[in-house]
């Protein structure tokens, strides 16, 4: 496509609640990273995809956040047992490359009440 | 530990009027540096970055850049700024490695008043 989507724009989930959030990157590119923003905040890195490879998880906050990128290109970042601090806006991005700045999804906004 | 600094959380102006968004960065390593936009209810856009060469680095919508190595600086300029120039503007430093995540900055808020 002609960007990175991002699905749904919006996402309210009830505390404890599972909720899976989907990026659709720009086709062919090879790298996907996941960042998550809150409130007031600058992005801070979850999770980076080289294809289908996780090659670091290091930002993901608990074992509750579990990303996937089973076929090198859409990639889901799941939470389980939601709890209200991770209400926050979830961002995809994308690059052919990697170190030359990368193309941003429109965000997922994730509110646990 | 790579960080980077915004040191001005809000920076109000009148429009056409000159700003300068500030930004300082940490990093033992070399950096490829960059300027983010990001409008309300939006995904972040590149505004210019700087992976070598030129330490003057021009993006889009007449903003540029200096890179300055001695003082782990990275300010972002504009010579007249517009109304529609209101938004958030992240800093953000990735190290000069393949693979590695953008460190971003808290951000500056630029509001544009007439």
């Known amino acids: 496509g002609a960007g990175v989507s991002q699905s749904p724009r919006y996402k309210v989930a009830k505390r404890g609640q599972d909720v899976a959030l989907r990026c659709d990157p720009i086709?062919?590119?090879?790298?996907l990273f996941w960042y998550q923003q809150a409130l007031g905040q600058g992005p801070e890195f979850l999770t980076y995809?080289?294809?289908?490879?996780?090659?670091?998880k290091s930002g993901l906050p608990s074992d509750r956040f579990f990303a996937e990128r089973p076929e090198g290109s859409v990639s889901t970042l799941k939470i389980q047992r939601t709890q209200q601090e991770d209400s926050a806006v979830y961002l995809c991005?994308?690059?052919?490359?990697?170190?030359?700045?990368?193309?941003f999804g429109s965000g997922t906004r994730l509110t646990v009440v | 530990a790579q960080s980077v600094t915004q040191l001005d959380s809000q920076v109000p102006v009148f429009e056409e009027a000159p700003v300068e968004l500030r930004c300082n960065y940490s990093?033992?390593?070399?950096?490829?540096l960059f300027w983010y936009v990001q409008y309300p209810n939006q995904g972040l856009q590149l505004l210019l970055k700087?992976?070598?060469?030129?330490?003057l680095v021009k993006g889009i919508n007449g903003f540029e850049a200096e890179f300055n190595k001695s003082q782990t600086s990275f300010h972002l300029r504009k010579p007249s700024v517009h109304i529609s120039d209101t938004a958030e503007y992240f800093c953000?430093?990735?190290?000069?490695?393949?693979?590695?995540?953008?460190?971003f900055g808290k951000g500056t808020t630029l509001s544009v008043s007439s």
């Open positions: 990093s033992s390593v070399s950096v490829y």
């Open positions: 700087y992976l070598s060469g030129s330490t």
């Open positions: 086709s062919g590119h090879v790298s």
């Open positions: 995809f080289q294809n289908e490879a996780q090659l670091d």
């Open positions: 953000a430093v990735s190290e000069n490695q393949a693979g590695t995540a953008l460190i």
């Open positions: 991005a994308s690059s052919q490359t990697t170190g030359g700045g990368y193309t």
